[in-house]
């Protein structure tokens, strides 16, 4: 009965199902009874969590790129989906640096084509665009941002979701005012957990390098992440989903979700959190290095979400961790990936039921 049983038997299209987040979603949303259809590049490494799960085979795969208007547009007229989530990206900020128009292409002009194909699709009631933390104006300040704060982004990533998020309002203002289709933006911060094994990302970084013997170099040790299992987004996608079907559009907009606000840690705290869970691994701090801007301090007021969709998170940072490494050694071992997959969305929904978390009930 998860989110008021409102993805059983309806159409959802996925753009990135192929990716970490949409992968596990794809799982999640055909736990819940949803007939699931995903538009996306290729995999790109035998490792990923569609391929490692076995996806293919389980919902609709349809490979396509979004800054391909009418591949886009022509898929949602033939699937005719009920809700749509739009999670394909570009999604590393040092690649963001060595390919910053493929990232604008691909993030600003994925967007449009996503909300044009949606515009012309009058059986989607539903569409959400994932966004990031990084769309706002960073201030490196200690509070929390805030989903009217100003956007911005000073390297090529930030600064495409920040646009992503001008788009967004943009298209809700301009055509889904008073359409019939809800629409709204969701903002994450730093999300992990097992099937990601995306390059210079710092939890794959640390399992690739320790499953080569090697100890993992730390490029920004001190700086703080708002870190959540996979999981927890998605529950806040899936919820604020489930809440613009059923009652429509006072959920327009944008939403925060991110970890409570005492639960933001340091890289060197998740890495020494993981380390004691599993000591198979290791990290060295160099003096002296030097990176491109990336910012430090990063935090998600989560209030809104909090109060108007009664989301929270369900999992402690150190049961966050604990996901996380079970995650990676369910990869390492390579074995029934998508029954481990699936437990784990079993276990996270009792522990968010059991902390009284009414989208789990
Ligand atoms: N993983 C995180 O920590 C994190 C944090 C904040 C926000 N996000 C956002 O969440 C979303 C999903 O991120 P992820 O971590 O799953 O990334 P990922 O790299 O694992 O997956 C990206 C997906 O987008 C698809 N894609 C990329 N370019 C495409 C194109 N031109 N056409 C069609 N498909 C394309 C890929 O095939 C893949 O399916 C992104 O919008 C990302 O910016 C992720």
């Known amino acids: 009965m998860s989110f008021g049983n409102c993805y059983k038997g309806k159409k959802v299209l996925l753009t990135g199902h192929t990716g970490f987040k949409g992968s596990w979603m794809a799982i999640w949303l055909k736990q819940l009874g949803a007939d699931v259809y995903g538009f996306a590049l290729a995999p ?41 989530f739009h999670l394909a990206a570009q999604p590393l900020v040092l690649l963001s640096y060595q390919d910053p128009v493929g ?14 194909a949606v515009r012309h699709t009058p059986s989607v009631k539903v569409a959400i665009n994932v966004t990031s933390d990084k769309c706002y104006d960073n201030k490196e300040w200690v509070w929390g941002y805030r989903e009217n704060d100003p956007m911005g982004g000073k390297d090529p990533y930030s600064a495409s979701k920040g ?17 019939g289709c809800h629409v709204a933006s969701a903002r994450a911060g730093n999300v992990i957990g097992g099937g990601d094994w995306a390059k210079d990302r710092i939890v794959p970084d640390y399992f690739r390098a320790a499953k080569a013997g090697e100890k993992l170099t730390i490029r920004n040790p001190y700086a703080t992440r708002p870190w959540q ?75 809104k979400a909090v109060n108007q969709l009664d989301w929270r998170p369900a999992l402690s940072f150190d049961e966050t961790v604990e996901f996380t490494v079970g995650g990676y050694n369910d990869d390492l071992k390579g074995q029934d990936i998508l029954n481990k997959r699936v437990e784990q969305i079993v276990s996270y929904t009792a522990k968010a039921s059991k902390k009284g978390i009414e989208w789990a009930q």
């Open 229 to 303: 299992h996979v999981l927890e987004p998605l529950s806040g996608y899936l919820n604020l989903g489930a809440s613009m079907y059923n009652e429509g559009i006072e959920y327009s907009g944008g939403w925060n979700f991110g970890p409570e606000d005492t639960a933001n840690y340091s890289v060197k705290q998740l890495i020494d959190k993981m380390l004691l869970i599993d000591p198979n691994g290791g990290y060295t701090i160099p003096a002296d290095t030097v990176k491109p801007h990336e910012a430090h301090l990063l935090k998600l007021d989560i209030s």
């Open 163 to 179: 646009c992503a998020e001008l788009i967004t309002s943009s298209y809700i203002h301009s055509y889904f005012s008073n359409s």
């Open 44 to 84: 790109t490494s035998d490792l990923d969590n569609f391929v490692t799960c076995g996806l293919e085979n389980e919902i609709h795969h349809q490979e396509g790129d979004v800054r391909d208007a009418k591949a886009l547009a022509s898929y949602f007229a033939k699937v005719q989906p009920d809700i749509a």
């Open 103 to 116: 990232t604008f292409e691909t993030n600003l002009m994925g967007v449009i084509n996503f909300f044009e």
